[in-house]
């Protein structure tokens, strides 16, 4: 309910008669025709805004008032009574101006002995509903104007949920290229254990990215190939963009079913397109490159470094099963556990992919090989910008944060200043301005 007519209803017979009053008796007033003459052609100004309108009514309510409450009749002891008793006598429905000329003349006669307390303390009120009224139509202004951005924004017109494990780095990665790119996105997270969220889905992995919630995008690297394509040419929907990554079916090295999409690191663009996003024919290999080398290599570091020593190993699950989403018998279990098994598992991971006895070493050196092929003179590997393969490393490293290794990582690489720049742009979605989406 706004509070705006409820003011109208005790305001309006108060100003009607002010500005209805011979110019002798609101003389009386301390200037108070002058103010009244100002409010009313406020209110009835067609160029000013609802919230320049209403400060400004606000304003010269409480000049009215203030003027009113230091007139000298305002200050002669009993006059409030005197008007009250007025008003009682000839009844309520007198009181809002349809009591005739004799009721005017009493109740003029009233506010020159001092009956001008109460229309103070009524252009008082008006004022601090008018002040109401600006804060509320400012808030309004301004939500309103961040909704229009987001709906300009490239992308901005599409609802899009991310079901995820806050830790798992594939889907750090689909949260690091919509965070840099501004673009809205509600998140469900997926309890590990029940995996109940995606019940509904015969995709049972996670990130999976809902689009207005009719298509469904699986696999990190395909969510990320989707929306880039998307945010360069919006001709093409996403499920003519998502029938451009099949999905393929083989069995890997130990003997298991998988699914595979062999374009995934690809952008589905026109030629003139490409030219405009890679500029140098060599940028588009290069992105791919370390894309593919982010999901083949960097990610097989993490579990064997955050799982390293049993201290590690607890460390991380409790980071898991705070940031995640666990039962308290389910956190329990998955805390201690978990921990145990992963530790042991840890050792498996590090001699199936011929990691050293310190993994820290491998680490640091997939650090450094990404910092040495950005170079001194990028700030990025995309440049002066970030591009997917920067997006993907940065998601992966960063589920590290809080951890052991993280710090390690940071203090014995070269990584830090770049890691700082993602981390800047990711979080002023600075995408938003980045070209060729720039409006």
């Known amino acids: 309910m706004s509070f705006y007519p409820l003011g109208s209803l005790f305001i309006a017979p108060f100003l009607r008669f002010c500005l209805c009053a011979p110019l002798g ?3 009386t007033l301390t200037g108070s025709a002058q103010g009244a003459q100002t409010l009313f052609l406020v209110v009835h100004s067609g160029t000013l805004c609802k919230a320049n309108m209403a400060a400004s009514c606000a304003r010269t309510l409480t000049k009215v008032g203030l003027s009113f409450l230091e007139s000298p009749a305002a200050r002669r002891s009993g ?16 009181a809002y101006g349809t009591g005739g000329a004799g009721f005017r003349s009493k109740l003029l006669s009233g506010v020159r002995q001092g009956g001008g307390r109460v229309l103070g303390c009524a252009f008082l009120l008006g004022g601090g509903l008018g002040l109401y009224q600006t804060v509320k139509l400012s808030v309004q202004q301004h939500l309103a104007e961040e909704e229009r951005k987001v709906s300009e924004a490239p ?4 609802k899009l949920t991310l079901y995820q494990y806050k830790t798992c780095p594939f889907c750090s990665k689909v949260r690091a290229f919509l965070d840099y790119h501004g673009l809205p996105y509600e998140i469900v997270e997926v309890n590990p254990v029940m995996r109940k969220e995606i019940k509904w889905s015969t995709y049972r992995k996670v990130p999976i ?9 699986n696999d990190s690297s395909v969510i ?9 040419n919006k001709k093409k929907s996403m499920s003519d963009i998502l029938r451009c990554y099949p999905e393929m079916k083989s069995v890997n090295d130990r003997g298991k079913e998988v699914i595979e999409y062999n374009n995934k690191y690809w952008l589905m663009l026109s030629e003139g397109e490409t030219v405009a996003v890679y500029p140098q024919k060599e940028m588009q290999k290069e992105e791919m490159k370390w894309r593919q080398w982010a999901d083949d290599w960097l990610v097989h570091l993490i579990s064997p470094n955050v799982y390293r020593t049993t201290n590690e190993a607890l460390a991380s699950f409790d980071y898991i099963v705070r940031e995640g989403k666990f039962g308290t018998f389910e956190g329990f279990f998955a805390k201690y556990v978990g921990a145990a098994a992963m530790f042991v598992i840890s050792k498996g991971l590090k001699s199936r992919h011929n990691l050293q006895d310190d993994v820290r070493e491998d680490l640091y050196k997939a650090v450094n090989d990404w910092v040495a092929a950005i170079g001194k003179n990028r700030k990025f590997m995309g440049g002066d910008q970030p591009n997917l393969a920067d997006l993907s490393v940065f998601g992966v490293l960063r589920v590290m944060e809080g951890l052991q290794a993280f710090d390690d990582m940071m203090a014995n690489t070269k990584v830090k200043y770049w890691y700082r720049r993602m981390e800047s742009a990711t979080l002023n979605h600075e995408g938003l301005n980045a070209e060729p989406y720039k409006h």
């Open 25 to 27: 008796a609101a003389h």
């Open 155 to 158: 992308g901005g017109s599409l």
């Open 209 to 217: 990215l809902m689009v207005d919630g009719e298509v469904q995008l």
């Open 79 to 94: 006059a409030f009574s005197y008007l009250l008793g007025n008003v009682g006598a000839h009844g309520s429905r007198r």
């Open 224 to 232: 990320i190939s989707s929306l880039k394509t998307y945010l360069v």
